[in-house]
């Protein structure tokens, strides 16, 4: 970049200073959303600019006690609880300030129990209507002859 002196008078010389500018960025991204049984965990990983140095996670607005050199935070549905969970992750560059972040939700839905009976012995050619109690849930029926 160069720039004159603006008030350029009588038997002066313009100015110049030639100075070097960097556009830095700092980028991090995870995935956008997902859907997760109660009872699963599910290990989430940043992908972050080399320049990244410390990363900041939180569950739901609150921070996550983990050291901040981690770029992975492993997601705990039973302690997290039933329900659509908000996860950030801030990274930053300490020498050059610069910050980025990347936002993910992920659904925790309960287990379905399925209950289809007791047990019972058909004979061909009979047949039985299996209820999973569950509209829209379906299930497979494999049978060994």
Do not use: Q, R
Request: aromatic share 8%; hydrophobic share 40%.
């Amino acid at each position: 970049m160069t720039s004159a002196n603006p008030f350029p008078s009588k038997g002066t010389c313009p100015v110049t200073k030639d100075i070097n500018v960097k556009l830095s960025s700092m980028y991090v991204s995870i995935p956008d959303s997902m859907t997760l049984c109660n009872g699963e965990n599910y290990n989430i990983v940043s992908t972050a600019s080399s320049e990244a140095t410390v990363y900041s996670w939180k569950l739901d607005g609150a921070p996550i006690n983990i050291p901040s050199t981690d770029t992975k935070y492993m997601f705990n549905s039973t302690s997290s609880g039933i329900g659509n969970h908000n996860i950030i992750v801030i990274v930053n560059n300490n020498a050059m300030n610069c910050v980025g972040y990347d936002t993910m939700n992920i659904d925790v839905v309960p287990v379905a129990n399925v209950d289809l009976g007791a047990d019972e012995i058909i004979c061909h050619p009979n047949t039985k209507i299996l209820n999973n109690g569950f509209s829209g849930l379906d299930f497979f029926l494999i049978m060994f002859l």
